[in-house]
């Protein structure tokens, strides 16, 4: 049963401290995309990787934040230095561009409190 | 730019009552709308894909169907472990980017038995 996997689950960081979440996108696919969920914003996309290469990243804080992929099986979001309001549930999606149907697929997500 | 709007919020149900959730959506060119579905503490999990108008695609108790301009979300005799929250997304067709979703706010369904 593939599936996207996230680590860590559960991340308390004290302010101003590194934060480096990973995700493990489904095998053969693509596109890698990142996104925080929060009660007052929803679901909002911050980073979209197709082949490994960053399309669009617009979404993200620039200053604190960046995204990468090392290779097709890793995919990294770091925040350096968190602040409280990066508390939040962080979620990595995959797919696959070119199929008609791309499909995301979500992860379990990373819940980081930052306090 | 795009927008998407669920309503209602919030819905509760008594086990097997039948009702409807709404996706609103402004888009300049529809590549898809998705349905997905999140349990508490858990990533949105892919339900359905439509892509033109007229479409229709069905999974167990979960109808869902499309216009130009809103989706509906059919809960036939719901039990309580349809209880969720449902969201919506779109896909624009765009000339480099198009795996982008834009996200509605969701709505959150209690089924009570």
């Known amino acids: 049963d593939a599936r996207v996997t996230q680590t860590p689950r559960h991340k308390v960081t004290e302010m101003g401290q590194e934060v480096t979440m990973r995700c493990q996108p489904i095998?053969?696919?693509?596109?890698v995309f990142w996104y925080r969920q929060t009660m007052m914003q929803g679901l909002e996309l911050l980073a979209y990787f197709r082949n490994r290469a960053p399309l669009d990243d617009s979404g993200m804080p620039k200053d604190r934040f960046s995204a990468e992929m090392p290779d097709a099986t890793l995919a990294t979001l770091k925040i350096q230095p968190s602040e409280p309001r990066d508390s939040a549930v962080y979620f990595c999606?995959?797919?696959?561009?070119?199929?008609?149907?791309?499909?995301?697929?979500f992860g379990p997500g990373t819940r980081l409190t930052v306090l | 730019e795009d927008q998407v709007t669920q309503s209602p919020e919030a819905l509760r149900l008594q086990e097997g009552e039948s009702s409807s959730l709404n996706c609103s959506y402004t888009v300049s060119g529809l590549r898809g709308l998705f349905w997905y579905r999140q349990d508490p503490g858990k990533g949105p999990e892919f339900l359905f894909t439509?892509?033109?108008a007229g479409e229709e695609k069905e999974k167990e108790r979960l109808k869902a169907t499309l216009t130009k301009k809103e989706s509906f979300l059919h809960i036939t005799a719901p039990k309580p472990e349809d209880s969720a929250t449902y969201l919506c997304?779109?896909?624009?067709?765009?000339?480099?980017?198009?795996?982008?979703?834009?996200f509605g706010g969701g709505t959150r369904l209690m089924v009570k038995p």
């Open positions: 439509l892509y033109s």
């Open positions: 997304a779109v896909q624009e067709w765009y000339n480099n980017a198009g795996n982008m979703l834009t």
């Open positions: 095998l053969g696919h693509n596109t």
């Open positions: 999606a995959s797919g696959f561009s070119g199929s008609g149907t791309d499909t995301q697929y």
